[in-house]
């Protein structure tokens, strides 16, 4: 009988042992991700045909972690290759942007002024967007460095996510009266591809309710979905 006993109790302490890892790793509760298929995904964020065209067509990329629509992942790596499109969508307008300032293509100073101001909010979305990319990378809000010191998990997810697109709507605002200009269509497209990534980044951390300091996001995420 008491041999019994001692038996349970030693399979109880390691059954606690085992358990342990799971909650030591980073020190922080780790919340569970959803896993969803990216035809699902886009649909459940995309509120027009062109984002969801926008959104299949992002998690199909031969970049993306997902391999088919059909197949499940994590939405956190969903919402991984949707911010990975949108920086190297920065890069490649940042880069076209350089070539005709030095190339002598935009001789107004206005205009110039306004490629200035482009390049900061550029500067500021890509940023935000890395941090984006290593709070995923880490597992989500709440897993890794990021998910701290916050008052909610998802809270600097959502948070940077926003500034990412008040970065792209700084250049807009300032490009909005020369639409002729390249850079206008650049940061259009770039815009719904940070949006994009906001959404899917939803699917992890919800954006920030208005009243409770998260300002304009939610017409901020109104805008072209
Ligand atoms: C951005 O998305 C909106 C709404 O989905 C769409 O109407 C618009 O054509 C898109 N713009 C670009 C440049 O892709």
Redesign the pocket.
Known sequence: MATTRSLLLLVFLLSLLLLLPARAGAGDWCPRVASMTAESACNAVC?????RE?CLGTLAAPSSTTTTASSSSPVTGLAMAAVRGALDAYAATTAAATTLIDGGAVQDATEKAAYGGCMVGYGRARLAMARVADNLAAGGPGCGEDGKGNNGPGLSLSADYTVGLRGMDMCGRGMMDYPASPLY?MN??D??KT?LAALLCSLVAPPPQPGGGGGHSQSLFAR??
């Open positions: 509120g027009t045909p062109h984002m926008l269509a259009l497209a815009r719904n949006l072209g979905n």
